[in-house]
């Protein structure tokens, strides 16, 4: 689950020099990483709905079962700096890559809702542990870089995102198994985190990984130590938005095939192209995102992203299509592309913490949304159907206008 942020560069670091051999070849590993991470989740989404039918399950009792994935990340995502700094980085994120296929498959394989469930709450610890440790690992390249590279790795989380969903809709295209399409998937992918691995830069760089993540003690020293009230109100809009970001992705990632295969009948293949054009957009929003921001500020764009997801959804909530709704999702993920970078770098930015805890705390809590916002949408959809429920995405549109205050406009960037 892609949950990432970016760090300043320190000027002591900076350099013109071009990068060793070495560095760019731990770029391609890193960006496999990320590429293999956005792809395993993605290939089970559109096959959500074909889960949900063999195990008999209602909206609501779905979206708590697919709560399970975040909950995992919940609980273990704070313990991933203790393993980083155990085990190094690169070696955390492919261990955790390896497990969160495992998650996946035993997943599509469960025979109750029960097992699918718990299933998903492994999948997502693991993934959790994976995420932390590709964005460390990340930071070590981009620290021998010299500048700001970290979102082209975004970039390629979106594009593995694609490449999964293209996957699954190819394996529903051609009749096949969800066994044998996850298990190839699950194959692929370990073997692709395999090779990243043999990429990544050897040993540890203990700086780096100091500066990617903060562990519990670490938390509550910095809470202590330099939570002002402005700084709680300001922690609170970004943690707020965050979550407004991710409830577009979840309502694309948990919603999307279903909304659009049984309310507007679309055939499977095309229903799976829902969370396909949500994430291809965010793909092309992180691409021009950093040029936007320059120009015009990260609050500036930042509220023109809400005022997409809320009128883009809005729209296709309002005069209901296939195509619209699916241009709806694809607005709504162009419009989300920057919120949670936004938030993550203006909390690793807060006076009176360092490096690591603020990033930490809301890259943490963030993950509320993608908890509580399955369950929430089920219970809407079982008593005033999946379209209301829907509603969900232009309101966090909102919320993402209104909590775009906080962050930094182009005066204070420049």
């Excluded at 990340?73 to 190094?88: D, E, Q, S, W």
């Excluded at 996946?104 to 542990?129: E, N, T, Y």
């Excluded at 996957?167 to 190839?184: F, K, N, R, S, Y």
């Excluded at 809009?237 to 049984?262: F, K, N, P, Q, R």
Aim: glycine share 12%; net charge positive.
């Amino acid at each position: 689950m892609e949950t990432r942020g970016a760090h300043p560069i320190p000027s002591s670091v900076m350099t013109s020099s071009a990068p060793s051999p070495q560095l760019r070849r731990a770029r391609v590993g890193v960006a496999l990483l990320f590429l293999t991470n956005g792809a395993l989740f993605a290939n089970i989404l559109p096959r959500y709905p074909e889960i949900k039918s063999s195990l008999e399950m209602d909206a609501t009792t779905y979206g708590i079962a697919i709560a399970a994935f975040p909950a995992g990340a919940m609980l273990a995502g704070l313990a991933a700096a203790a393993f980083i700094r155990r085990f190094g980085s690169a070696k955390v994120a492919v261990v955790g890559t390896i497990l969160t296929s495992l998650g996946i498959l035993a997943a599509g394989l469960a025979p109750s809702m029960l097992l699918f469930a718990v299933a998903l709450l492994i999948g997502g610890a693991s993934d959790s542990v994976t995420d932390v440790g590709q964005n460390a690992h990340s930071l070590r390249v981009q620290r021998g870089y010299g500048r700001s590279i970290i979102n082209s790795f975004h970039a390629i989380w979106s594009v593995g995102a694609v490449l999964g969903g293209s996957m699954a809709a190819g394996a529903i295209a051609m009749g096949l198994p969800l066994g044998i399409h996850l298990t190839a998937s699950a194959m692929i992918f370990c073997v692709v985190a395999l090779i990243a691995y043999r990429l990544c830069l050897p040993g540890r760089d203990e700086q780096a990984d100091e500066d990617a993540v903060a562990d519990g003690p670490e938390i509550r020293d910095a809470v202590r130590r330099g939570l002002t009230p402005r700084t709680v109100f300001v922690m609170a809009a970004l943690v707020l938005l965050a979550i407004a970001g991710c409830i577009v992705e979840d309502a694309g990632m948990s919603w999307a095939t279903l909304y659009l295969s049984t309310l507007l009948d679309a055939p499977t293949v095309i229903a799976a192209t829902g969370y396909i054009a949500l994430v291809g957009a965010q793909f092309i929003g992180r691409i021009l995102g950093d040029g936007f921001v320059d120009r015009f500020g990260q609050r500036a764009v930042a509220r023109a992203g809400g005022v997409l997801v809320a009128l883009g959804m809005g729209l296709a909530l309002a005069f209901p299509s296939v195509a619209g709704t699916i241009i709806g999702f694809a607005v709504a993920g162009f419009g989300t592309a920057t919120l949670i970078p936004a938030a993550f770098q203006a909390a690793d930015e807060l006076p009176g913490l360092r490096h690591g805890a603020g990033l930490t705390i809301v890259s943490w809590l963030l993950r509320l949304g993608f908890l509580l916002s399955p369950p929430f949408v089920g219970f809407i959809a079982d008593n005033a159907g999946l379209r209301i429920g829907l509603l969900v995405v232009p309101v966090a549109g909102v919320v993402a206008i209104v909590c775009a205050g906080v962050l930094a406009g182009r005066e204070r960037r420049a």
